[in-house]
């Protein structure tokens, strides 16, 4: 099969699916300063700056161009768990959302930290109170998807910490620094092709 073409103005990336269908076996958890605060009905506009902050870097911008009514029933859902991740001083660096919407499921929907703490150990500290909110008693799956367009570290850490992947896809999308949505400089690894709209 030979290649298929993308259009200058489109981003195409390969998708994998990770799941894990066991409680992982208890462990310390990794020393961090950063801890987890709880946002119980997150503030659309507080939220999306963090995701911005967090995601940028590897073009996250689903939540960016997403109608306020439907990000609000989605992040506000008593059965999605956002968390920002702080730092001593309080300052948000990172995220963790769980989304418990489907029976028996957990996915975790954005894990990241700001691109300075990457690296540093704290994304096992991270995963780890990840999987410990993740596996209530009622869940028998947990599960993540990861891109191409994400760290290159991204597919081996989760596998790592014990998800197995169970398929892949190819998603293709505009690009959204074209549009405005992300600055021309966010994501420099990934060429951007086209002439941004005026």
């Not at 269908?21 to 605060?37: E, G, I, Q």
């Not at 968390?83 to 418990?100: I, K, P, T, Y």
Request: proline letters at 10%; one cysteine or more; a positive charge.
């Amino acid at each position: 099969m030979g290649l298929i073409p993308v259009a200058n103005d489109q981003i195409a990336t390969v998708v994998t699916a990770l799941e894990m269908l066991a409680r992982p076996r208890p462990r310390p958890l990794p020393n961090s300063p950063l801890r987890l605060v709880r946002w119980p009905q997150p503030d659309p506009a507080k939220y999306r700056t963090l995701f911005r902050r967090v995601g940028e870097p590897w073009m996250w911008f689903s939540r960016l161009v997403m109608e306020e009514a439907r990000l609000v029933s989605i992040i506000q859902d008593p059965k999605v768990h956002v968390f920002a991740v702080v730092d001593r001083a309080g300052v948000e660096v990172g995220m963790l959302e769980l989304d418990f919407r489907v029976e028996g499921t957990c996915e975790l929907g954005f894990v990241g930290l700001v691109p300075e703490l990457t690296g540093k150990g704290h994304g096992s500290w991270l995963m780890a109170h990840a999987l410990m909110l993740a596996w209530q008693p009622e869940i028998s799956r947990v599960w993540v998807h990861t891109c191409t367009l994400d760290h290159p570290g991204a597919l081996g850490f989760y596998r790592k910490h014990g998800f197995v992947p169970f398929k892949r896809s190819v998603e293709t999308f505009a690009d959204p620094r074209l549009a405005g949505v992300m600055p021309a400089e966010a994501a420099p690894q990934i060429p951007c092709l086209g002439a941004p709209s005026r």
